[in-house]
């Protein structure tokens, strides 16, 4: 009762964030406009040499000025869930029958629990935003194309930095927004295929 009077007041996170749907790993936003998600590696710059600097920084403009339309740079800064790693890891040890294996899965846990005790374990994620908007209605196929084409050039460029880059699936980006608005849930409750369409329904996102 008391989640169904909160969506009353505040509205759904979807219809606040305004998301149609996502569609072949595309967001598609009201207005006919559509998002594509790329995660990427990164580069520690700090510790490139001053001529490996300057050779980034010039690689980075020519690829900037490649670009057909505008990209956004998004840096997603999450906690680890230890916890959840442990277990999953202890599940995976538990048909080891051999006691020397045994022991070291025993310690590597112990270790890893003294290592993060009291501190917080911070993981961070590289994405790249590619818009594709419109005036006017357009065919989904058409949008896909656009967005799949300007994807390959940036993929492309960033491979010359020394950088790996894919694009979100469906299920990915539904993750990602998930992760961003429920985030205590998303510990609990990791979002997956058998669950997606339930997810949605509940009106997670």
């Known amino acids: 009762m008391l989640n169904t009077k909160k969506r009353e007041k505040f509205g759904s996170a979807r219809s606040q964030v305004g998301i149609k749907e996502v569609r072949d790993g595309i967001l598609v936003l009201p207005f006919n406009r559509y998002r594509a998600i790329l995660s990427t590696s990164s580069v520690n710059f700090e510790l490139q040499s001053e001529e490996e600097q300057d050779v980034i920084v010039d690689t980075f403009q020519t690829f900037l000025n490649s670009l057909n339309s505008p990209i956004q740079i998004l840096i997603r800064v999450r906690e680890l869930d230890i916890d959840r790693y442990l ?100 510990k609990t409750q990791p979002l997956m295929k058998q669950i997606m369409r339930q997810t949605n329904e509940q009106d997670y996102l």
């Open 87 to 186: 277990e999953d890891f202890e599940q995976k040890c538990a048909g080891e029958k051999e006691k020397i294996y045994i022991n070291q899965s025993k310690s590597y846990c112990e270790f890893i629990k003294k290592l993060v005790a009291g501190n917080k374990i911070l993981s961070r994620r590289f994405y790249l935003v590619i818009p594709y908007d419109s005036k006017t209605p357009v065919e989904f196929e058409v949008v896909k194309e656009q967005l799949n084409l300007e994807q390959e050039i940036i993929i492309k460029g960033l491979e010359k930095f020394g950088m790996n880059a894919k694009p979100l699936n469906t299920l990915e980006v539904l993750d990602l927004f998930y992760s961003f608005y429920r985030p205590d849930q998303a």
